[in-house]
């Protein structure tokens, strides 16, 4: 009752404000950490204070390929989905050399997995670990790793196997935080580098190194920022037609279930500001971080994505396997929500838009890693790598696998 | 008075839990177990202070922390090579194990009321219960502290507060961010005597 009331009275205080201010006003919630405060808690209202909601844990120890309940999961009508890999704990992005070896990265266990396919079967082993959160890359014979501290080159990865590595770290001029810096990284059609760089913290005004995406040279060079005011982008990819940029981004948190919704963002050209943390989704004005006309200069998404989804890798599908109306379809993967009372996401879906990203229309691919009756899961979509044949790999951070999604005419 | 209404309540709790089925299902002991209880104790529950008790661990906490250990994650002197060759097959059996284990409260005395009391608050503003859950009782990659030793519980805050290196948790880093020497003691208090 006291609390309804307080409510009542502040919404007529801010209703009977003459002006919205001009400079930024942080509520007390958003102020920066430290306060004693989780950095995922941060940005959380004194009537959520004792949600028990806390994010999932990752499973750090490997997967036997028999309790991977693959039949759980449901695509559309031709399409089939099989084992691939599995054993590697943590699996996130992946790259495919010129050879055809796989390789990929990890968050919390640090690891790089380069798994090799001999047709029948695929083995794995770690090509480098203790690393801080690892993402990989491979772009003219060479095999890219960027931790949160470090960046590694592999020089002709392809021919040994054993390369010693170049330490490029010192060009990139990495900033320190680690929440929400876990990386995605990938070469443009430019021939640069894109790196992210998410804010380190739930809701908060981020200091110049953070929410933004930048590009360099692929020996370092020439850092330019080409996006600000993305708070944690997890995937981008190029459109194949308009060869732009197109990215996820993560909502913030503890604003309620269901908004500000992620985004699948889209960069006509470099230097635009996506909206954090003033603006999220398709136009939500922060509650705790807050100017006068929020959404101001602010590039909107082509589509939100979901309440607290956690939208991960985005791929443009090119080949030819799939029927003629998944070409230049956007796959995206969901890994699923904490921060939510009944669960979301855990799955992968097909968004179409037209070439310059309206009309978009978000469509089930697959589902079944979560159990709607049950609210429970046990796999999490993360990333999707085409191979030569038109079938798409598809990572499970959660089981540290990688099925194989084909189609059968 | 308080010993035996803590036994009485064990007791209550372990024939609760462990019906036929649950006895059934209780898991042999895995062949790297020494290696464990050597200093974590019979069936994990630590003789020493320093030492935590592995009992009642959320299994995917101890599978979790044994890999970051045996990958030089999470440092502890103690355990320096210990898991080497220890693949994650073994590794899960040991979580299963502990998890499935009765974890025997360690303070069994009456707990200073004041201090008791002061750490409760602590606890409270810094959200402890939110993961850990209300009654400390862990889950998932969480731990278990109610019922652990006070002197481990104070010093592994104190790593988490002062050192928040690699493998060490930046949420729990945050969590106790500011807290004194002293807060950490009361906390460590009221966690241990938590019942």
């Avoid at chain 1, 006509?268 to 509650?287: E, I, K, L, M, T």
């Avoid at chain 1, 101001?296 to 991960?312: C, N």
């Avoid at chain 2, 059996?93 to 750490?119: C, H, I, S, W």
């Amino acid at each position: 009752m006291k609390f309804k009331l307080a409510c009542t009275s502040l919404a007529l205080v801010l209703a009977g404000c003459a002006q919205t201010p001009s400079q930024p006003v942080v509520s007390d919630v958003a102020k920066p950490l430290p306060a004693n405060v989780p950095a995922w808690q941060q940005g959380r209202s004194q009537d959520l204070a004792a949600s028990p909601l806390a994010p999932h844990a990752a499973r750090l120890t490997a997967v036997p390929a028999a309790e991977i309940p693959l039949n759980a999961l449901k695509l559309p009508p031709g399409f089939k989905i099989e084992l691939w890999a599995a054993g590697m704990p943590g699996i996130r992005a992946m790259t495919r050399t010129d050879s055809g070896k796989i390789y990929a990265g990890t968050r919390g266990i640090g690891r790089v997995y380069e798994i090799t396919d001999s047709g029948a079967q695929r083995t794995s082993r770690v090509l480098v670990d203790k690393l801080t959160q690892p993402a990989v890359t491979y772009h003219n014979g060479a095999l890219y790793v960027a931790a949160i501290d470090k960046v590694l080159r592999y020089e002709g990865i392809d021919r040994d196997p054993n390369v010693q590595p170049a330490d490029l770290t010192a060009r990139f001029n990495l900033p320190p935080e680690q929440h929400h810096n876990w990386k995605f990284i990938k070469f443009g059609p430019d021939g640069k580098l894109y790196v992210p760089f998410g804010a380190p913290c739930n809701i908060c005004v981020p200091g110049e190194p953070y929410a933004q995406i930048r590009r360099y040279n692929a020996d370092g060079s020439n850092m330019e920022v080409v996006a600000r005011g993305v708070r944690n982008t997890q995937g981008f990819d190029w459109h194949p037609v308009t060869k732009e940029m197109w990215f996820t981004d993560h909502g913030r948190d503890w604003m309620g279930d269901d908004s500000p919704e992620d985004e699948l963002n889209r960069m006509s050209r470099a230097g635009q500001n996506y909206g954090f943390p003033f603006c999220h989704a398709n136009g939500v004005a922060d509650r705790d971080v807050r100017k006068g006309n929020p959404c101001d200069g602010v590039t909107l998404p082509v589509v939100t994505t979901g309440p607290h989804a956690a939208t991960m890798g985005i791929h443009f599908y090119t080949g030819t396997m799939f029927p003629a109306e998944y070409r230049n379809v956007a796959f995206v993967a969901r890994k699923g929500s904490w921060n939510r009372t009944k669960k979301f996401g855990y799955d992968v879906v097909t968004i179409r838009t037209d070439a310059s990203g309206g009309n978009a229309r978000i469509e089930p691919f697959i589902t079944g890693f979560l159990d709607t009756q049950k609210d429970a899961f046990w796999g999490r979509p993360v990333y999707m790598l085409q191979l030569p044949d038109g079938s798409l790999l598809l990572s499970d951070e959660q089981m540290g696998a990688i099925y194989r999604v084909s189609y059968g005419r | 008075m308080a010993g035996r209404a803590v036994l009485r309540c064990g007791l209550a709790a372990a024939l609760f839990l462990a019906g036929p089925l649950a006895q059934s299902q209780q898991p042999a002991a895995p062949a790297k177990l020494p290696l464990c209880t050597a200093c974590h104790g019979p069936q994990g529950n630590s003789q020493v202070p320093t030492t935590p008790s592995l009992a009642g661990q959320p299994k995917l906490f101890v599978e979790n922390q044994l890999v970051l250990i045996r990958e030089g994650l999470r440092q502890i002197p103690e355990m320096k090579g210990l898991m080497d060759g220890v693949s994650d097959a073994e590794i899960v059996e040991l979580a299963n194990y502990f998890a499935a284990q009765r974890m025997v409260a360690t303070a069994t005395g009456t707990p200073d009321a004041a201090k008791f009391q002061r750490g409760k608050a602590l606890a409270g503003a810094a959200h402890c219960g939110s993961c850990h859950l209300p009654d400390y009782s862990g889950r998932q990659q969480i731990p278990r502290l109610a019922g652990q030793h006070e002197k481990f519980l104070l010093e592994a805050m104190k790593q988490f507060r002062d050192h928040p290196g690699p493998g060490r948790d930046t949420i729990m880093a945050a969590s106790l961010y500011g807290l004194k020497d002293n807060d950490l003691a009361d906390l460590a208090h009221y966690l241990a005597h938590y019942r």
